[in-house]
């Protein structure tokens, strides 16, 4: 599943789009096709997962769910969910989840808890983790409410930078550690933006789908954790349990 990152990424990519007008619109999305014809992107923006695709009067929300994709100007063999075609080019959108949001969007959004927003805001972040003291940490670094556009492979990474272990739950860990893992994922975020722009993600992991504890040189443990049931890679030396 695509997080924050690569969201903006894709956010990026489209940008181009702003101000085109949708000639035609197809796919099998259950949404009003006919409502997109003459419509024009009046900008393009991302919250957590969500592509937010905007015009005048509502926004296309797109979900890149487990497997989503987009492609311009290229078809896959398989249909589109969505289709919009432009005088000049075509955007194409696949297994993803496609709504239309007529409220606007600050209604709808809490930008405050986008990792990858200028609102972002970190005291607000420890505050909704202290609002649920039995969670453990590895469900609330994939909640999307405290921590939107965080997924799996940034939760472990930054449990491991922190010294962590998945299964601390947030009444027990220090308040000095609440807020170290608030600005720590926004942080990992930007990282991964950087590293993914110069396609050396990966090379970067140090905990997820990683065999050996960098650190201690001794096998990481692989286990389904939380209420999430997400893989998780964590050393049981050297990520505390407090």
Known sequence: MPEGPTLVIAKEKLHSFIGKKIISAGGYAKVDMDQLYGQKITDIKTWGKHLLICFTDFTVQIHFLMFGSFLVDETKRINPKLHLHFADTDLYFYMTSVHIIYEPLTRVYDFSADIMNNAWDAKKAVQKMKDQPSAMVCDSLLDQRIFSGSGNIIKNEVLFRLKLHPQN?????????????AKETRKYAFDFLKWKLKNEFSKHWQAYEQKE???????LHKKLLGKTKRQTYFCDNCQVKY
């Open 169 to 181: 739950t947030i009444s027990n860990l220090p308040a000095a550690k609440l807020t170290a893992l």
């Open 213 to 219: 504890c960098p650190r201690c040189e001794i096998p």
